[in-house]
């Protein structure tokens, strides 16, 4: 093997939706010339991750290979695709190219990194072309659900790569630009190697929607409103918002932006000359002293999230706004699997207050934004391509993917995170396999994943902690009892007795009978203490718990 | 007020899906004889209640009347109606009625908590009625997705009652009785005065179907199938077991069931009579030496749950039995909100073994065992009631149907756990809030949700957990500097050094400044040495952790 290969090594993303980051190489095996398309963030749960803020991939790989990165390209302004160029800047120090919306969004993640101006490059569109070592990437236009999504053409000596990004079909998505069939066909007609492709609604069987369908039925629910109407869809979904927003003009309402997402993404769309034509709005203060029927609200938190506007409204009031019977709450969006109970305690929280809430799920009021299962043969029969690499999606999802495209005679292969193809051949091979793994922000720090930091957390939240200490003087024999601190266990046992008072009886008793060889063996006796502290927890509360022992040696 | 009232009190399932149990009342206001339909559960999740084993309704209220209970009757085996019997049963001791296959199902529960024989009373159907008190009970056939389930008509002083239980209306329910509508109009010509109505299903707008629309499609699929086919429902569906297992023998299958909760409904189905012609089974073993064309596995774990067969195939083998390449995996069942995570990693895994996975969310291999709002409206029909009390339902479910009522020109009002409802009236009329919560079955030991217990595992699972530890001689001297010990945090924070070290340093620097009245004092101590930990984490990992503070004094 001394000649060049072109590779494609999925860091995150593949076999997962979210935390796409995806790393192409161009050269000999073990010296290529590396690009990164996309960094991206995936969300935590209580489930696995609690207490972490946010859930990177782990870049291991690409540190080691720092010298080798001509650039980073980000395909979209999403979390899940430009949420790590902050948090990864410093690592990384790779030169990053977005176009001008994605460009705003990354940029103030840089800074709060450090990162100088000339760390971020605004790239022009295709035919616009970016040079990174043997690589050249264009920006090319694609529809999806925030402005300015790219697919990347990246030629390279051994052929031309299309990485979809997220996309939708959609000839007519209200703000920015539509999905253009013919730009998409003569990019395919020059002839393209490998289709890297989205894959995240490959089970929905029927053609996407386009964005442009929801005016009418959203401006006709809230024509029909009596009181307030608050809708909620995602911040970054610019054209969602303008298509509200109208709706509201429409039926004579003043409208409010509420959280800061939603505002920084108008904001941004606007700065780059995107949106210039979205309804003015009020602020909350001025919309306070509407009539009910005179106003709407567009609120962040469409996915339940604990501290936006819609949570904060179905609580109580938010910047002295307050739902009421009568008004009308519409989820202009679909809940992700996973944020169900948070989404259903919002509604529960609305019902209680007497609001009417609607759902975008009936799909009148909400589309998606990525391409569905015909959507995605079409996307295929456009760029003609000889292979397919099914992305961004779980294992199920790319498994589908694969099948369809196989169906249409193409090639195509399953790869998930770790997994490096080698896509210079007749069809897509696995080359090497590689550690790809997840990174915690866990309050200001970066964490791996498996260093165990999580782990305990999630025992200490299942069975509970047992701290155990023990005074030992200078001749190693002990000062009064061991005692005991309980953090998260039930005070009383089946015994009727206090647990911390029954458990420190059963280690007092220990300590009285054990040996001076134990005694004098630090690890012997912690071991001890532990397993006798978790014995009696079994007996008294049904639960093993977490233990910490302390022995303090005066000596 | 000296007269005699009629009493709702809905202390589970009202306002939530799950741990049904409610109570009626009559007599003087205060002096009430009571009766308690169901004694439910609700299953804990990480999200607000990491560790614990089951969620039971508070029933302090009950306890404080205990000598005016007459009965507790219980509708049907599924554990959010049957599943705290056991588990009250020492508490409460007042006698319990249920029908055959119900009571095998409670009998075992009751056994474990040591209750007598004569605990249980097994009733006949109606038209045969139960005294109990001032109150006449009879168990009306109704159809649901388990058998036997009865919808109860309560005679009382004040009028009739119909208790509806769960239920959907199914003429052909494949096992057991089908939904009478003559008998629940000849019920409803003797006058109602209440229906206290199952709210589960009000937003879905089609009829439902029926369970025996499922045996031709299930079937088909099966029978197309080339390689083994495994397929999981809830364990106590005896209806949908049969359909599968039947369809796995018009295959020429072999059934094997995998999943204890599978084996005791189906066998307590069979000793009671209500299914006896359950296709024969064979072991695990024996299906392991057969060609994988042959073998149908009916599963456990329709839900995602971590141990049940489902999860267990889906990780690896189970009981020598492994999914591979060309097997088919049908879930005939649909995700309840809040399992999706479960579900979903479960199919991934399948997905990554070559499995092909068959969702019942199309409605092709699943049905739902509740009234949809249709059969809602046709139930009320039926039965004419004066008013219409909506159970069993969210907030949102509740106010739906109660819409729903009112729109037919029925008085219904919404009335969540805690509420106690005065039904003499012409309409429902709030007559009490009684304090409603929950009670958590923590490893072997019941715990008030409001505890604090489980608080403690979620903030130490946020947050983190560090235990300070110091020691003072007889003169209230340090012996030595603080020292800490860290569970759920990680190592190193900004500064670089070591998280332990830099909290050592600091909390001995306050040792060693501090004066005599605040190292005398205990609680000053604590206080400031927990203060100092906090503020020190919070700048070197950005987390304010749990603190526990241990001073030995050696005084």
Redesign the interface.
């Known amino acids: 093997m001394s000649g060049e290969r072109l590779i494609y090594l999925p860091l995150g993303g593949a076999?997962e939706i979210g935390m796409n980051t995806y790393v192409y190489g161009y050269g000999k095996p073990g010296e290529e010339r590396l690009i990164v398309v996309d960094l991206g963030v995936t969300f935590p749960?209580?489930?696995?991750t609690?207490?972490v803020e946010l859930i990177l991939p782990d870049i291991k790989w690409l540190l080691d290979r720092r010298d080798r990165i001509e650039a980073v390209f980000i395909t979209h302004a999403h979390m899940d695709h430009v949420g790590a160029v902050g948090l990864s800047w410093d690592r990384l120090r790779a030169p990053i190219y977005a176009r001008k919306f994605t460009a705003q969004i990354a940029r103030e993640a840089l800074d709060e990194a450090g990162a100088p101006d000339t760390a971020l490059h605004i790239a022009e569109a295709w035919p616009a072309m970016t040079q990174a070592g043997p690589f050249r990437v264009g920006f090319v236009p694609i529809s999806h659900s925030i402005p300015e999504s790219s697919g990347l053409v990246i030629e390279t000596p051994a052929g031309r790569i299309v990485h979809s990004g997220d996309f939708k079909i959609d000839e007519n998505p209200v703000v920015g630009e539509p999905f253009d069939k013919v730009l998409w066909g003569e990019i395919g007609a020059l002839g393209v190697k490998a289709l890297v492709c989205d894959s995240t609604n490959v089970f929905s069987p029927h053609p996407g929607r386009s964005e442009s369908t929801l005016a009418g039925p959203i401006t006709e629910l809230i024509r029909e409103a009596p009181g307030l109407v608050a809708a909620t869809t995602f911040g970054s979904n610019v054209a969602r918002l303008k298509t509200l927003a109208e709706a509201g003009r429409a039926a004579g309402r003043s409208v409010v932006l509420l959280g800061r997402a939603m505002r920084t993404m108008v904001k941004a769309a606007e700065d780059t000359g995107i949106l210039n034509d979205f309804p003015a709005v009020i602020s909350p203060e001025e919309a306070a002293d509407m009539p009910r029927g005179k106003v709407m609200l567009l609120v962040t938190g469409s996915q339940g999230e604990r501290r936006a506007a819609s949570a904060q409204l179905a609580q109580g009031s938010y910047l002295g706004l307050k739902l009421q019977e009568g008004d009308l709450f519409l989820f202009s969006s679909k809940t992700i699997?996973?944020n169900?109970?948070g989404v259903?305690k919002i509604?529960?929280q609305?019902?209680?207050k007497?609001v009417d809430?609607v759902e975008g799920d009936s799909g009148a009021y909400h589309v998606s934004g990525h391409a569905n299962g015909p959507d995605l043969e079409e996307m295929h029969r456009l760029v003609k391509p000889e292979m397919i690499v099914p992305m961004h999606g779980?294992?199920?999802h790319l498994?589908r993917h694969k099948a369809v495209a196989e169906a249409a005679g193409i090639p195509a292969i399953i790869a998930t995170n770790g997994m490096m193809l080698d896509l210079g051949g007749t069809r897509p091979q696995v080359a090497e396999y590689v550690d790809a793994g997840r990174t915690y922000l866990?309050?200001?720090?970066l964490?791996g994943a498996l260093?165990g930091?999580?782990r305990?957390?999630?025992r200490?939240?299942?069975?509970?902690?047992v701290?155990v200490?023990l005074?030992l003087d200078e001749q190693d024999e002990p000062?009064?009892d061991p005692?005991v601190?309980l953090?998260?266990?039930?005070?009383?046992?089946?015994s009727k007795a206090a647990l911390a008072e029954v458990l420190e009886a059963d280690l007092a008793q220990f300590v009285g009978r054990a040996g001076a060889k134990i005694i004098r063996s630090e690890e012997r006796l912690e071991k001890e203490l532990r397993s006798i502290a978790r014995r009696t927890t079994q007996d008294?509360?049904?639960?093993k718990p977490?233990v910490?022992v302390?022995v303090?040696r005066?000596s």
Chains 1, 2 share one sequence.
Not at 460 to 465: D, E, I, Q, S, W
């Open positions: 076999g749960d209580m489930d696995g609690p207490g699997p996973g169900e109970r259903i509604m529960n609305l019902s209680e007497g809430i779980e294992h199920r498994r866990d309050g200001a720090v964490i260093d930091v999580v305990d957390r999630m200490m939240a299942l069975n509970g902690h701290m200490t005074v000062i009064g005692w601190d953090m998260g266990l039930p005070e009383i046992g089946r008294e509360i049904g639960k977490e910490t302390v303090s005066l």
